[in-house]
């Protein structure tokens, strides 16, 4: 299968501040990638849909001026936490899709804490 | 509408004994169904998929599942757990509306005691 990384692994930043949050595609070129959120004991949440070369599309409910993503190569998609508060202290999760094999990979995750 | 579900939040299992983690699913068309492992504080493992043919499926670390579609079921077994497969697992269906849109179901925890 695809290896996906994010980086970084962690990070902390104080409230008011903007986090960007990196997901590599190592080994496979993604035309498509996902952007998740996870809280604590819970499941994955869909955010986005990140598309090489155009804009995102975003879930109900998502604040794409918030949560901004950027799929500039297809092998990069980006997302920024822009004005981050404690409340979007979570572990996001970015996926890339093979369409031919309708399986997505997924990354090790980044863990937000905001302050 | 879409979903998934997973009925049960935990499963404890004793080490050696058979596992079942349970998954139900409601999604239109010819389901594509997945089942992913979590680790704490990493991103999800593919374990096994169903996308057509037989309906028992292997897969990784020599767990399978069994599509039911009369009971529209998706259970993951495995004949002899193991502690180190103590982790977080998720069932998934792929949305037919959209572009490999994953639905997850809500996670059961596997705790395996020695």
């Known amino acids: 299968g695809a290896v996906v990384s994010q980086h970084p692994s962690r990070v902390i930043c104080k409230s008011g501040t903007s986090v960007k949050i990196e997901c590599r595609s190592l080994d496979f070129q993604a035309t498509t990638m996902f952007w998740y959120r996870q809280f604590p004991k819970q499941s994955l949440m869909l955010m986005a849909t990140?598309?090489?070369?155009?804009?995102?599309?975003?879930e109900q409910g998502v604040e794409k001026d918030k949560f901004l993503i950027n799929h500039a190569s297809l092998t990069l998609s980006t997302l920024t936490v822009t004005s981050a508060h404690p409340e979007d202290s979570s572990f996001y999760i970015c996926?890339?899709?093979?369409?031919?094999?309708?399986?997505?990979?997924f990354g090790p995750g980044t863990r937000l804490t905001v302050l | 509408a879409q979903s998934v579900a997973q009925p049960e939040d935990q499963v404890n299992v004793a080490e050696g004994n058979p596992l079942t983690v349970k998954c139900t699913y409601s999604v239109s068309g010819n389901p594509y169904l997945f089942w992913y492992v979590q680790y704490p504080n990493r991103g999800l493992q593919f374990l096994l998929k169903?996308?057509?043919?037989?309906?028992l499926v292997k897969g990784s670390y020599g767990f399978e599942a069994e599509f039911n579609k009369s009971q529209t079921s998706f259970h993951l077994k495995k004949p002899s757990a193991l502690v180190s497969d103590s982790a977080l697992y998720f069932c998934a269906g792929l949305y037919s509306g959209g572009y490999n849109k994953l639905i997850f179901g809500a996670g059961t925890r596997l705790a395996v005691h020695p």
């Open positions: 996926s890339i899709a093979q369409r031919s094999y309708n399986e997505q990979f």
């Open positions: 990140s598309n090489e070369g155009s804009k995102a599309t975003y």
């Open positions: 169903y996308i057509t043919g037989d309906n």
